[in-house]
């Protein structure tokens, strides 16, 4: 496989650090010479750390793909003070700890059998094969530490740089070999293509959208919160909506110009958030309780968090008119999070834009809340005459209510005055 020199690397400071140049090293250093000195070629960074770091994006996560076992790359980086963690052995996948740094380190691979997502693979030290098991041009690009890089489809580079996700050999062989990769053709779209998604990768997804219904919920989730994140996301949706390939797994109707003011907003603001976007695009009409949106797998935070702003059962819609002291109510009842979704929600639902003078109130408000502690106890009530049970509950609740609408003022003695004064009025 021949290397290309020259090409511009843009994000270098990753290849800088001295864990990073250790783990290449050591997997490149034969194992019978002492001099430490690397012979043939081992191991190379793959997929995205070698397309971000082309495009001037940072890296984060880096991935190395080697001609060594798994075995024998445990074996070497154990030896330099490495932990290798085994997270995915049936597929040569290992991950390596040096310092702060994670290593995701696979062994070349070859696919012998394909059924979904579960392939039946060999290891191989052949690169092109390797790479032709991967899914889109752009993320089959390898790079030595010397910042050679290595483009076994031929296209990668040139794909990558004219900003276009396409798949490596039949995109429906791609497809058929895992159907996630329907969802991530419309990601990669999403945040690298500055027009519309190349038409034989998206004839191929609308044709075998079906088989999105095969996958789990966890990993349709996952892959949705990532769509909605990238800088076309709203584009790319639309897309997903009109050729019928959205409907698989999340209901509509869709909210597509909500979520597009939405995205705007949060972009401006700095808030942005993946889970408030879905909330955004689903209807009230499906709610969470949709079959299509149970079967994402939702956490219980999740599902309480979306519930609360897309059917609003706790009665907490914001409204941009709020002043101050209805503003903390619902601060209180609510909480911040729960508020400075809703409120934003409201924003884009009102078209507002993100320099609406009320809209910035409310945000700092809901930014710089601390919730006051309510300072009666039913011990307190206790030591008033008053008996455990549902009156205790009803005389405190209402305690709470007055001590809210007082704008959380009243102190303990004041509130206990009040208890009797409620007590007094009760019948016996």
């Given amino acids: 496989m021949d290397g290309q020199r020259g090409i511009t690397v843009k994000t270098r400071d990753w290849l800088e650090m001295p864990q990073v140049r250790k783990v290449l090293k050591t997997l490149n250093t034969s194992a019978d010479d002492s001099s430490g000195a690397i012979g043939d070629i081992k191991a190379r960074f793959v997929g995205g750390c070698v397309r971000d770091a082309l495009l001037g994006h940072s890296v984060s996560d880096i991935d190395i793909a ?68 991967r899914d889109f041009t752009l993320n089959a690009l390898y790079m030595d530490i010397d910042e050679t890089v290595y483009d076994p489809s031929g296209d990668g580079v040139a794909d990558l740089h004219a900003r276009r996700v396409r798949f490596i050999g039949e995109a429906t062989d791609r497809i058929r070999e895992d159907a996630l990769r329907i969802l991530r053709f419309f990601r990669f779209s999403a945040r690298f293509c500055k027009e519309g998604p190349d038409a034989e990768g998206l004839a191929a997804c609308i044709a075998l959208s079906d088989r999105l219904e095969q996958l789990s919920g966890e990993r349709l989730l ?130 507002l834009p993100p320099e609406d003078k009320k809209g910035q109130a409310l945000l700092m408000q809901a930014a710089d809340w601390c919730a006051p502690v309510f300072p009666v106890r039913g011990a307190d009530l206790k030591r008033l005459g008053v008996e455990a049970g549902p009156v205790l509950g009803q005389l405190k609740a209402q305690l709470e209510d007055w001590w809210i609408n007082e704008n959380f003022q009243p102190e303990k003695d004041d509130l206990l005055q009040q208890a009797q004064k409620i007590m007094s009025m009760m019948p016996r």
Avoid at 110 to 126: C, F, K, L, P, W
């Fill in 66 to 133: 080697t001609s060594h076992s798994p075995e024998r790359v445990t074996a070497l980086l154990e030896a330099v003070g490495a932990k290798v963690i085994p997270t995915g052995l049936k597929h040569g996948t290992v991950t390596a700890v040096l310092g702060h740094r994670h290593f995701e380190i696979t062994t070349l691979r070859r696919d012998v059998e394909t059924y979904g997502r579960h392939a039946s693979v060999a290891y191989t030290d052949n690169w092109q094969e390797d790479a032709r098991r």
């Fill in 222 to 351: 996952q892959e949705t919160l990532k769509i909605l994140l990238a800088p076309r996301a709203v584009d790319m949706l639309k897309v997903m909506a009109d050729e019928g390939v959205l409907s698989h797994f999340l209901p509509g109707p869709y909210a597509f110009d909500d979520l597009r003011h939405l995205v705007g907003l949060e972009n401006v603001l700095e808030k942005v958030d993946a889970e408030r976007r879905l909330a955004c695009l689903l209807s009230p009409l499906a709610g969470i309780s949709h079959p299509l949106v149970r079967h994402l797998k939702l956490s219980n935070r999740q599902q309480k968090r979306l519930s609360s702003m897309i059917v609003d059962e706790m009665g907490h819609e914001v409204d941009l008119g709020l002043d101050r002291h209805d503003a903390a109510r619902l601060l209180y009842r609510a909480g911040a999070e729960s508020f400075m979704d809703n409120l934003l929600l409201q924003w884009a639902r009102c078209g």
